[in-house]
């Protein structure tokens, strides 16, 4: 069974930055992608970057250069490096993974999950 474990979440004041980590775990497909989702609450759980099977990163227009997708290359590592935080970045992230070659910021297209960590910025 996939296994996607998330680490680095905390507090942070706005302005600040953060780095989470996701390893992932049995992902045996020749092409999958990862990718970070969040929550906050009240809220829809949202696309906020992946990186498909070639590298290729995609991101939401409200984290475009704040934040960046990296991966390792034995592709089963990913991190997310959080830069001038602001409150509304305040949610719990998800770290995701699909088989195939595309992933795209759609929740629904994303099969396993991890159990999330929590970001909270502080104004």
């Known amino acids: 069974q996939v296994q996607l474990v998330e680490s680095g979440g905390g507090s942070v004041q706005a302005g600040g930055s953060l780095r989470l980590s996701c390893e992932a775990s049995?992902?045996?497909?020749?092409?999958?992608?990862m990718g970070w989702f969040r929550q906050a609450p009240g809220k829809e759980r949202e696309g906020v970057a992946v990186v498909e099977d070639d590298g290729s990163p995609r991101y939401a227009d409200f984290v475009k250069g704040r934040f960046t997708i990296s991966r390792d290359g034995a592709k089963n590592r990913i991190w997310l490096q959080l830069n001038n935080v602001k409150p509304e970045d305040t949610a719990l992230y998800y770290c995701?993974?699909?088989?195939?070659?595309?992933?795209?910021?759609?929740?629904?297209?994303?099969?396993?999950w991890g159990q999330g960590t929590q970001v909270t910025v502080s104004s």
């Open positions: 995701a993974a699909k088989e195939g070659g595309f992933g795209y910021l759609r929740v629904e297209d994303w099969k396993f």
């Open positions: 049995r992902l045996s497909y020749s092409y999958f992608c």
